[in-house]
């Protein structure tokens, strides 16, 4: 038996095996508090910005032109 056969023998073997692996270490999911505590703010962050933006266009110097 050569190394490169013993080789692919070894990767062959892991590669079959890791589902089973993978399938021991599966566990619960941890039960999440309070995952939505930013729920329902989106609106009043997305007036916000329409607010400053219209501050910004009010307040905001009009371009003057450089020759009269």
């Given at each position: 038996m050569t190394v490169r056969s013993f080789?692919?023998?070894?990767?062959?073997?892991?590669?079959?095996?890791?589902?089973?692996a993978a399938e021991a270490l599966v566990r619960e999911a941890a039960p999440i508090d309070g995952e939505q505590g930013l729920a329902g703010q989106g609106t009043?962050?997305?007036?916000?910005?329409?607010?400053l933006i219209a501050l910004a266009v009010v307040l905001l110097p009009?371009?003057?032109p450089a020759s009269p």
């Amino acid at each position: 038996m050569t190394v490169r056969s013993f080789l692919m023998g070894g990767a062959a073997a892991a590669l079959a095996a890791t589902p089973i692996a993978a399938e021991a270490l599966v566990r619960e999911a941890a039960p999440i508090d309070g995952e939505q505590g930013l729920a329902g703010q989106g609106t009043l962050f997305f007036l916000a910005g329409i607010a400053l933006i219209a501050l910004a266009v009010v307040l905001l110097p009009e371009d003057q032109p450089a020759s009269p």
